[in-house]
């Protein structure tokens, strides 16, 4: 009889109970809190999992780099000083 396939079985079905039981109490609430799953919060060797960036937020970053490069780039020209 495996007994560790068992627990490990018997986790994450407890965890997908907790995670029903957080977003009904969610939902009772009226909040927008975002639940998110145990099994996604990780990987099994403990280093969080990939994260992206919305098109948006990606957009506002460029956008923002290439100002600010800009402005240095006018400085330069016109001689003065960066911090």
Do not use: C
Request: charged share 25%; proline share 2%.
């Amino acid at each position: 009889m495996d007994i560790i396939g068992a627990l490990k079985q018997e986790e994450s079905s407890l965890q997908r109970q907790l995670t029903a039981v957080k977003t009904a109490i969610s939902a009772l609430n009226g909040g927008t809190t975002k639940v998110v799953s145990p099994g996604h919060t990780s990987s099994p060797n403990g280093k969080s999992g990939k994260r992206t960036m919305s098109l948006a937020v990606r957009t506002k970053i460029a956008r923002s780099a290439k100002a600010r490069w800009a402005r240095i780039r006018a400085e330069k020209a016109n001689g003065k000083k960066t911090k």
